[in-house]
């Protein structure tokens, strides 16, 4: 062992870039599961979020996460893109939105910003 702890190897080792995170809005849809919080009737539910991550990726992994441990039953997972991706494709993007954009990326965070419960045959759709 070296000096300060390190061996040699991993001071060979060289440091990997960190790259930086940023805020994907993500359409999930959940199903039923028991302690859901759903209301009573309701098939399911439509789930706009914006989670941070360092891509669509991990921001859907991390995604996915949170809501299984909130005991809800996530199936399926569509992603928007960051800001800049979702402004080129021409969405509005109001104020309150951005708001929550940035506290997602400030806290490193996974933000449900509305949830629509479904009955019947509704589907989610974002706008």
Do not use: C, W
Request: no cysteine; charged share 25%.
């Amino acid at each position: 062992m070296t000096e300060g702890g390190s061996t040699p190897e991993s001071a060979a080792k060289p440091e990997k870039a960190k790259r930086p995170q940023q805020v994907y809005t993500l359409l999930v849809e959940v199903g039923r599961k028991a302690g859901d919080g759903l209301p009573k009737g309701a098939t399911g539910a439509g789930l706009v979020i914006y989670a941070s991550g360092v891509d669509e990726g991990e921001a859907v992994r991390e995604t996915v996460l949170i809501l299984k441990q909130a005991d809800l039953a996530p199936l399926d997972v569509t992603g928007y893109g960051t800001l800049e991706e979702r402004l080129a494709q021409g969405h509005e993007i109001d104020e309150d939105e951005r708001a929550l954009m940035a506290r997602a990326l400030a806290e490193n965070s996974v933000i449900v910003a509305q949830m629509t419960p479904f009955f019947g045959e509704d589907r989610p759709t974002v706008q």
